[in-house]
């Protein structure tokens, strides 16, 4: 069993910035990877960002150059680092990890306002 807890989420301009942490109850070396998802009302989950054991990243093409994913193993954190945001990167963010099975956090809801 992975726990996994989100916070940084709140309400902000369009233009401005969050950064958002999800802290795993674990070690996260083994991780197979780490990420975020983010689900709009009305709408399906979509990914945000992720990265693997190794390193590699990956991203929605909607936040690329905007947003950046990192991980901290000795925090046991990953971050989501959100820059210049639009009102329609408005919703709730999920932590996710794969430890071959996939968890989920309970999200943090990220607003921007026009």
């Known amino acids: 069993q992975v726990q996994l807890v989100e916070s940084g989420g709140g309400l902000v301009q369009a233009g401005g910035s969050l950064r958002l942490s999800c802290a795993a109850a674990?070690?996260?070396?083994?991780?197979?990877?780490l990420g975020w998802y983010r689900q709009a009302p009305g709408k399906e989950r979509e990914l945000v960002a992720t990265?693997?054991?190794?390193?590699?990243?990956n991203y929605a093409d909607s936040v690329k150059g905007r947003f950046t994913i990192s991980r901290d193993n000795a925090k046991n954190t990953v971050y989501l680092q959100m820059n210049s945001l639009k009102p329609e990167d408005t919703a709730v963010y999920y932590c996710?990890?794969?430890?071959?099975?996939?968890?989920w956090g309970k999200g943090t809801l990220v607003t921007v306002s026009s």
């Open positions: 996710y990890a794969n430890v071959g099975m996939d968890y």
């Open positions: 674990r070690n996260i070396f083994s991780f197979n990877s």
């Open positions: 990265v693997t054991g190794g390193g590699s990243t």
